[in-house]
């Protein structure tokens, strides 16, 4: 009589060095094709934010394998040191911050995943709040989030983002369709009033021996307005520099950049860093002359690059990062996201849950009353 042998069930490993981490590439890019697809989700997206935003962290990505030890499920996470409320805190961060747009759980089954996630952590010692930022609508971090909670552990969330996007017809003269007639007439209004000071031309440039010095032109365009005086240029900082200086090096080599420049007598006067992607248009950094607001440099750009994107069959040019009344000329539609959060079920950690999600906003509405 053959005896019956049970077939083992997923297993979670946790990868907590570079060199591990970098030999998952592979099998990673074809868990994110056969999930959420999504360019920032990707492993070589993930390294080049790694190499400059944390690149001495120790890593805790969090895999799952199955039955047949193939890559299940991801959660890439690394430790840092930080305070909350100024309190010192154990985190366990994913891999993300401003310049990643999104985060999310990589998984195939999201509900096994989650649970499998979960028990790991809740044996594992050493972290006192997990932390997952711009999370979208609908990810599967969300059911992660669901599992801590109904596994006991404490949880918060936070709404961060609502980045607009416009989802692209097939033609131009639709795209056109969709947009007020007041605002189509200011555009025109504004490109007579460029067209007055000079020639007009646009560009796109996805790479070639050229690449370095266009991107110099960006960088210095972004940096001679508003984000320059507050120090939020790319350019400014040694990290945000070099992330997407590598990040369009590497975007050119797979064909998936787009730098956008509208020119004025052949000087940029406007300028879009974005990337192609799944058919959609994703617009990381935008800069313009502000000594030309009135002829909107900006707006006239981004006429140009959404029918550029219709003429490419992309189906959606996503504007990313924050809500702005510019982004809403063009769409009314929105993606919404949320920093979520996981506390360790311990004393400290349900304090610090307390503390984040009801007694800061608590003191906050006391503070904003007798303010009144």
């Given at each position: 009589?053959?005896?019956i042998l049970s077939?083992?069930g997923?297993?979670?490993?946790?990868?907590?060095?570079r060199?591990?981490?970098?030999a998952?590439?592979?099998?990673?890019?074809?868990l994110?094709?056969?999930?959420s697809?999504?360019?920032?989700?990707?492993?070589?997206?993930?390294?080049?934010?790694?190499?400059?935003?944390?690149p001495g962290a120790?890593?805790?990505?969090?895999?799952l394998?199955?039955a047949e030890?193939?890559?299940?499920?991801?959660?890439?996470l690394w430790e840092?040191?930080?305070?909350?409320?100024?309190?010192?805190v154990?985190?366990?961060?994913g891999?993300?911050n401003?310049?990643?747009?999104?985060?999310d759980?990589?998984?195939?089954?999201?509900?096994?995943?989650?649970?499998?996630?979960?028990?790991?952590?809740?044996g594992?010692?050493?972290?006192?709040v997990?932390?997952?930022?711009?999370?979208?609508?609908?990810?599967?971090?969300?059911?992660?989030?669901?599992?801590?909670g109904?596994?006991?552990?404490p949880?918060?969330?936070?709404?961060?983002?609502?980045?607009?996007?416009?989802?692209?017809p097939?033609?131009?003269?639709?795209?056109?369709?969709?947009?007020?007639?007041?605002?189509k007439?200011?555009c025109?209004?504004?490109r007579?009033?460029?067209?007055?000071?000079?020639?007009?031309?646009?560009?796109?440039?996805s790479g070639?021996?050229?690449?370095?010095?266009?991107?110099?032109?960006?960088?210095?365009?972004e940096?001679?307005?508003?984000k320059?005086e507050?120090?939020?240029?790319?350019?400014?900082?040694?990290?945000t520099?070099?992330f997407?200086t590598?990040?369009?090096?590497d975007?050119?080599y797979?064909?998936r950049?787009?730098l956008?420049?509208?020119?004025?007598?052949?000087r940029?006067?406007?300028?879009?860093y974005?990337?192609?992607?799944?058919?959609?248009?994703?617009?990381?950094?935008?800069g313009?002359?502000?000594?030309?607001?009135?002829?909107?440099?900006?707006?006239l750009?981004?006429?140009?690059?959404?029918g550029?994107?219709?003429?490419r069959g992309?189906?959606?040019?996503d504007?990313?990062?924050?809500?702005?009344v510019?982004?809403?000329?063009?769409?009314?539609?929105?993606?919404?996201?949320?920093?979520?959060?996981?506390?360790?079920?311990s004393?400290?950690?349900?304090?610090?849950?307390a503390?984040k999600f009801?007694?800061g906003?608590?003191?906050k509405?006391?503070?904003?009353?007798?303010?009144?």
């Open positions: 009589m053959e005896a077939r083992p997923p297993r979670v490993v946790e990868v907590d060095d060199a591990a981490f970098m998952l590439e592979s099998e990673w890019n074809a994110v094709e056969a999930t697809d999504e360019v920032f989700y990707r492993h070589e997206f993930l390294r080049i934010w790694l190499d400059n935003f944390a120790r890593l805790c990505v969090l895999t394998r199955d030890g193939r890559l299940s499920a991801a959660l890439p840092e040191r930080t305070t909350l409320y100024g309190v010192p154990r985190q366990l961060s891999a993300a401003a310049h990643s747009c999104r985060f759980l990589l998984a195939r089954e999201p509900d096994v995943a989650a649970e499998a996630f979960v028990a790991h952590l809740r594992k010692k050493g972290w006192d997990l932390r997952l930022t711009d999370v979208p609508d609908g990810g599967a971090a969300w059911r992660f989030h669901a599992a801590a109904a596994a006991g552990l949880v918060g969330a936070w709404e961060s983002l609502q980045s607009p996007y416009i989802p692209l097939r033609t131009r003269e639709a795209f056109q369709a969709s947009l007020q007639a007041k605002f007439a200011n025109r209004r504004r007579r009033k460029l067209e007055e000071k000079g020639r007009v031309d646009f560009e796109r440039v070639g021996l050229g690449l370095e010095g266009m991107l110099e032109q960006g960088f210095l365009l940096q001679s307005g508003w320059g507050r120090g939020t240029a790319m350019a400014q900082d040694a990290r520099r070099g997407y590598e990040l369009a090096r975007a050119a797979r064909d950049l787009a956008y420049f509208l020119r004025l007598d052949g940029a006067v406007a300028f879009h974005g990337l192609e992607y799944g058919g959609r248009y994703f617009l990381l950094k935008p313009y002359d502000e000594q030309l607001r009135e002829c909107s440099p900006g707006q750009l981004l006429e140009e690059v959404a550029t994107c219709v003429d992309l189906r959606e040019f504007f990313l990062g924050p809500d702005m510019w982004k809403r000329d063009w769409t009314d539609q929105v993606r919404r996201h949320t920093w979520l959060y996981v506390f360790n079920d004393t400290y950690g349900r304090a610090l849950c503390a009801r007694w906003p608590a003191a509405e006391v503070v904003s009353k007798w303010k009144r």
